[in-house]
């Protein structure tokens, strides 16, 4: 069994939609939790970062973190076309110095017009 | 600038091969990091240096991988004797260190063996 369990889609919905994105762990330790975005042929980049459980928001994004369930959570308002890319989660132990970073597999995001 | 940069892009070779593949991170970024993205598979991390040092090479898969890293900047990950299994994206990272959370990827390199 993985670290990190991530559901990969694709998933498709229409523009305009709120979009779930899940993943669960099985590693207690972990504190920091991730969310990056990786368009066809480029690098992830950071989307969502956050610290323990709880919620943070950006703009249209909104990260979850419930530890006691080991399951997190990104949803996206008001989607549009160009957030269509993979969504990935990722998670560590500790922050700072050698935080490698344990990834789910992604899920693919097709946002329709 | 720049962001992380990597290269080749792509790299084709035969079973058997040697291969090179080079990060060069954002400029003054003291940790960098490799990992493996394989269908299916997510990102593996490989190894992490702090500076020239690898203090965590527990990701690399078997003696035929190798990195180094050397004036706190390039990053050079060798693949010695390529099976078909290494074929994967090969992405490098790089953060500015101390407190500093964020990783910054590059592009990756493609890998190909046939």
């Known amino acids: 069994q993985k670290e990190v369990e991530q559901d990969p889609g694709p998933l498709s919905v229409p523009e305009g939609a709120i979009v779930s994105l899940n993943c669960t762990y099985s590693?207690?330790?972990?504190?920091?939790f991730m969310w990056y975005r990786q368009y066809s042929r480029k690098g992830p980049e950071l989307l969502m970062y956050t610290y323990s459980s709880g919620n943070k928001e950006d703009g249209r994004f909104t990260a979850q973190v419930d530890k006691s369930s080991k399951y997190i959570s990104l949803f996206i308002r008001d989607s549009q076309p160009s957030d269509s890319a993979t969504y990935l989660c990722a998670m560590s132990p500790r922050g700072g110095g050698g935080n490698k970073l344990t990834f789910g597999t992604g899920t693919q995001l097709k946002v329709e017009l | 600038g720049a962001g992380v940069s990597q290269s080749p892009s792509n790299k084709v070779t035969e079973k058997g091969k040697d291969v090179e593949l080079r990060c060069d991170p954002i400029?003054?970024?003291?940790?960098l990091y490799w990992y493996r993205q394989s269908l299916g598979q997510g990102l593996e991390f490989l190894i992490y240096?702090?500076?020239?040092?690898?203090?965590?090479k527990s990701g690399l898969p078997s003696d035929r991988f190798s990195a180094e890293r050397t004036g706190g900047s390039v990053s050079t990950l060798t693949i010695q004797r390529t099976q078909q299994e290494d074929s994967a994206v090969y992405l490098c990272a790089s953060r500015q260190g101390g407190l500093a959370e964020t990783q910054y990827f590059g592009p990756g390199t493609r890998l190909l063996v046939l």
């Open positions: 240096f702090q500076g020239n040092s690898a203090p965590d």
């Open positions: 590693n207690s330790a972990f504190q920091y």
């Open positions: 400029s003054g970024h003291t940790a």
